[in-house]
């Protein structure tokens, strides 16, 4: 088979779209067909990205599906541990947008928080100060 990714791809195409709980949802304007293309499509690149990732992945599932608890308990705790950036538990920091509209002066700059000000409408982000 020369080329497994659109082969694949096809497979995601066929099991979803005999997907009865799927097809009601976009029947009832839960979603469109464009979306349920657009997640065929971001399946195969998940699973095609990282053979290694998509291997745990499946390999969790199937613990899962299982109820081993006991196993998967086991082998989560030799996981390294989650990181900070995708802690869902700690809230993620915000952007404000701030709009400014260029007056008389040549040069229109506006504070928006301790690390970051816009200056004639680009956003200038400064590094934290070591203490």
Same mark, same amino acid.
């Not at 599932?61 to 989560?76: G, H, K, M, P």
């Not at 952007?95 to 200038?124: F, R």
């Given at each position: =088979?020369?080329?497994?990714?659109? $082969?694949?791809?096809?497979?995601?195409?066929?099991?979803?779209?005999? @997907? &009865?709980?799927?097809?009601?949802?976009?029947?009832?304007?839960?979603?469109?067909?464009?979306?349920?293309?657009?997640?065929?499509?971001?399946?195969?690149? #998940?699973?095609? =990205?990282? +053979?290694?990732?998509?291997? +745990?992945?499946?390999?969790?599932?199937?613990?899962?599906? +299982?109820?081993?608890?006991?196993? #998967? #308990?086991?082998? $989560?705790?030799?996981?390294? !541990?989650?990181?900070? @950036?995708?802690?869902?538990?700690? !809230?993620?920091?915000? =952007?404000?947008? #701030?709009?400014? =509209?260029?007056?008389?002066?040549?040069?229109?700059?506006?504070? &928006?928080?301790?690390?970051?000000?816009?200056?004639?409408? @680009?956003?200038?982000?400064?590094?934290?100060?070591?203490?």
């Amino acid at each position: =088979m020369s080329n497994t990714k659109e $082969f694949f791809l096809s497979v995601v195409q066929r099991i979803f779209s005999n @997907w &009865t709980a799927l097809r009601m949802a976009v029947e009832h304007n839960m979603g469109t067909k464009e979306m349920v293309i657009e997640f065929c499509s971001y399946m195969t690149e #998940v699973m095609y =990205m990282n +053979e290694e990732v998509a291997e +745990e992945l499946l390999r969790f599932y199937r613990y899962c599906i +299982e109820n081993n608890e006991s196993l #998967v #308990v086991t082998e $989560f705790t030799k996981l390294s !541990p989650l990181q900070n @950036w995708l802690d869902i538990n700690k !809230p993620a920091k915000k =952007m404000q947008t #701030v709009c400014t =509209m260029e007056t008389d002066s040549s040069e229109s700059e506006e504070e &928006t928080s301790d690390d970051m000000k816009v200056v004639d409408g @680009w956003i200038e982000v400064r590094g934290k100060q070591r203490r």
